[in-house]
């Protein structure tokens, strides 16, 4: 698989190598592999066998709950103690928690370190690894410190998807979906049917991370056209939220399909997708992710919010939609009833 070159920095697929001579080139003082708990068992020893590196290990509990500030200050004293400096380098081996925070602290020690992102979970591989952003949960606020840096490379080896739960993988999946409907029909005709299988896999992560590139090329800032990656979180955010208060929260990837079909209706109530696309894009969720019968909010729930959500201007709520299968737009309004049958047509059977 071909390596994708972004402006500042090469995410490789498996070129081990190349990765190895790059590290040793900058003749780093002191390299830290940052690790989760799980991570730690299920993929340090695969690392440890691709790269001929002397690597020191800081591990932390695994979890969104970990992604804060005392996590962060658990990994500057291991840093320090470690005898890191700013020409120190970290590996973060991990999912998006562990890129988020293994990011974030390496910017942000001694006024910005190197560090290369190494991501282990599927969503981290197609989604969190581009783009360079890096944040930390804070007052119980998703990713409200943070920043975006560049890492100095990202290496996807599929080879890490093997330990992960297949609920986790069905997780990820979904942002592999978003990326087909927004950007690029044919991919999206490629993975409407859930692939696991080994071979295709590889391929099919190597295409989104292409496609989130380059969106998040044209537009690195957020201003435009990134955010039609918001497609389907927009509801699937509020629903996420929601979920957090019932005995089985949603995976992020599954609340996002769940968005990601409300928000395919709310394409097809604005004219912008046929009735057979919108059925079409449902069919394939339904069946992938099943119909999520116990997360039927009330409006009155969902809508407030909504009202909280970043990307709203002046206080009207906006979404990245449809306007085709393989193409979309961004900042598109709705009302409240325009929303709320959106989310009815989730549930109908
Ligand atoms: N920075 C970005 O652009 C960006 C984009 C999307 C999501 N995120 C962030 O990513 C986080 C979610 O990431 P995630 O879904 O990868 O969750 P995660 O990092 O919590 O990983 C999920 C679980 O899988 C385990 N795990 C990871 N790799 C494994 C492997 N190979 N084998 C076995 N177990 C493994 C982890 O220990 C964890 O328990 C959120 O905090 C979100 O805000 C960031």
Known sequence: MEIIQCAAYPIFFGQWDQLENQIKEKEYSRIAVIADENTEVHCLPILRERLDLDLNVIVIPSGEQYKNLDT?????????????????????LGGGVIGDMG?????????????????????????????????????????MIGLIKDPQAVMIDHEFLKTLPEEEFRSGYAEMLKHGLIRDQAYWEKVKDYKIDDADIFSLIHSSVGIKKEVVETDPQERGLRKVLNFGHTLGHAIETLSFNTDKPLLHGEAIAMGMVMEAYMSYQKEMISQESFQEIKAAIVDIYGLQEMYRFPISDIMPLLRKDKKNIRGRIMFSLLNGIGTSEFNIEATEEEINNAVAAYFDR
Not at 75 to 92: C, P
Not at 125 to 133: H, Q
């Open 72 to 92: 962060a200050s658990y990994i500057w004293e291991r840093m320090l103690a470690i005898g890191m400096d700013r020409l120190g380098l970290t590996l973060n």
């Open 103 to 143: 990011g974030w602290t390496a910017s942000s020690f001694m006024r910005g370190m190197d560090f290369i992102q190494i991501p282990t979970t599927l969503l981290s591989m197609v989604d969190a690894s581009v783009g360079g952003k890096l944040g930390i949960d804070f007052y119980r606020v998703k990713n």
